[in-house]
């Protein structure tokens, strides 16, 4: 019978972005998991820098930066570490200087390019990196946070263009490396994941008049994407999912 995150051996984890809302709720859920033998966490500028204990480390990494993620991938070879779960749970929607646009007159090359560093070409160059880490057998996965309004089928609303496009592109990434991946890693699992509307630092300035029920606490999106992941097979392999296990078309 399958354990926790659909395992029924231990788990080896890396969680990109621990230190964001959704990060860090997962780092918990798999601190307390006494299937996962060992935890990497990372983020641009983590609170500790190296082994905290035997089961946790702390790095550095910087996703814009492929000699950042390199290092990483260094690292975990040098030391004998082989992840089977890897997740991705950083992304931008806006900062101080700029936040999304909602017509086509706000569009700004450096905002852009700022969006599709994080959004989706980090998520690329992790793969590159990260997955010739990942055992050849058994199962394993590789998840990066997407949204919904990626979803290009599901754009009724328009605005929002480049966190939509760089989205809609990293789900893309996410396909196209699952294709390629499964020709090696035959049990690993490529997906993209939509954590419903979270309380965070990233959704806070536009969700203040949204309904509280349809609100989620990092911890409740963070449960709700465990049952998903756990429940995820081969066959799913390359797609969207959803918080609540439906998928989303491109």
Known sequence: MSGFLGFNREIVAVVVGSSGGVGDAFVQKLSRSTQCKKLIMTSRQPMVLGEVDSKHTWLSMDITNEESIASVASYMQNQNIEPNVILNLSGILHDDQFGPERTWRNLNMETMRRVFEINTFGVAL????????????????????????GSISDNRLGGWYSYRASKAAQNMMIKTLSIEAHRKWKELICVAL???????????????????????TPQQSCDYLCEVISGLTV????????????????
């Open 126 to 149: 992790l793969a590159k990196h990260l997955i010739p880490c990942i055992p050849r057998s058994g199962r394993s996965v590789f998840a990066s946070l997407s949204a919904r309004v």
């Open 194 to 216: 939509h954590p419903g509307t979270v309380r965070t630092q990233l959704s806070e300035p536009f969700t203040k008049h949204y309904d509280s029920k349809k609100l989620f």
């Open 235 to 250: 066959n799913d392999t390359g797609g969207f999912f959803a918080w609540d296990g439906q998928k989303i078309e491109f």
